[in-house]
């Protein structure tokens, strides 16, 4: 399984970005899936995570409410709207996919069955 992560650049803050994972490989259709991300010199966090089906999503604290994550089954593709950025968004973002999310929203683990490369969302204020 390949995830491709794609959409980051550099933006001014309150400004908008909106980030693409494409799976290939194997339909993730089943998976929970889910965005990631680490700022320089710090640990990787958890963002936000979207159920297999899409009926459900989790956000960390600090992006509810300008966050958007979404996903298209039939495209094997999930998405992160990002409005409103600020320079403490900035970071590289990861796409991940694992069978379920509840132990990314339960802040127990970071860990995931499958990665993506990342993707550079620089916030300029």
């Known amino acids: 399984v390949q995830l491709q992560a794609s959409g980051g650049g550099l933006v001014q803050a309150g400004g908008s970005l909106k980030l693409s994972c494409a799976a290939s490989?194997?339909?993730?259709?089943?998976?929970?899936m889910g965005w990631f991300r680490q700022a320089p010199g710090k640990e990787r966090e958890f963002v936000a995570a979207?159920?297999?089906?899409?009926?459900?999503?989790y956000y960390v604290d600090s992006v509810l409410g300008r966050f958007t994550i979404s996903r298209d089954n039939a495209k094997n593709t999930m998405y992160l709207q990002m409005n409103s950025l600020k320079s403490e968004d900035t970071a590289v973002y990861y796409c991940?996919?694992?069978?379920?999310?509840?132990?990314?929203?339960?802040?127990?683990?970071?860990?995931?069955?499958?990665w993506g490369q990342g993707t550079l969302v620089t916030v300029s204020s």
């Open positions: 979207i159920s297999w089906g899409g009926g459900s999503t």
């Open positions: 490989g194997r339909n993730l259709s089943t998976y929970a």
């Open positions: 991940a996919s694992h069978p379920t999310y509840g132990a990314w929203a339960a802040g127990r683990s970071t860990d995931s069955e499958y």
